[in-house]
């Protein structure tokens, strides 16, 4: 089974940056949609952005022109860089295989002063 390992969470102050790597196990990681999602507590896990196997993005609107979603096949991993962090983007990240369903354990950002 294809295993994904999320890591870069960390705490931030607001209007800060931060950069979550999401590493995939086996082959076949670009030939994969990967998505970006978060859950606060007390919410339902929303999609922050996905990214095609060729580098095209979307995002969602709390999001757009602060986060960006980058891959690196060679390295089988994907990248959220977030900038101008909120205190409202605090949550759990997770990244996902679209296809699949397959998700990582997830990485703590908290956006606080």
């Known amino acids: 089974q294809v295993q994904l390992v999320e890591s870069g969470g960390g705490l931030v102050q607001p209007g800060g940056s931060l950069r979550l790597s999401c590493a995939a196990s086996?082959?076949?990681?670009?030939?994969?949609?990967m998505g970006w999602y978060r859950q606060a507590p007390g919410k339902q896990r929303e999609l922050v952005g996905s990214?095609?196997?060729?580098?095209?993005?979307n995002y969602a609107d709390s999001v757009k022109g602060r986060f960006t979603l980058s891959r690196d096949n060679a390295k089988n991993t994907v990248y959220l860089r977030m900038t101008r962090l909120k205190p409202e983007d605090t949550a759990v990240y997770y990244c996902?295989?679209?296809?699949?369903?397959?998700w990582g354990q997830g990485t703590q950002v908290t956006v606080s002063s």
């Open positions: 990214i095609m196997n060729g580098g095209n993005t």
């Open positions: 996902r295989i679209l296809p699949t369903g397959v």
């Open positions: 086996g082959s076949g990681f670009g030939r994969n949609v």
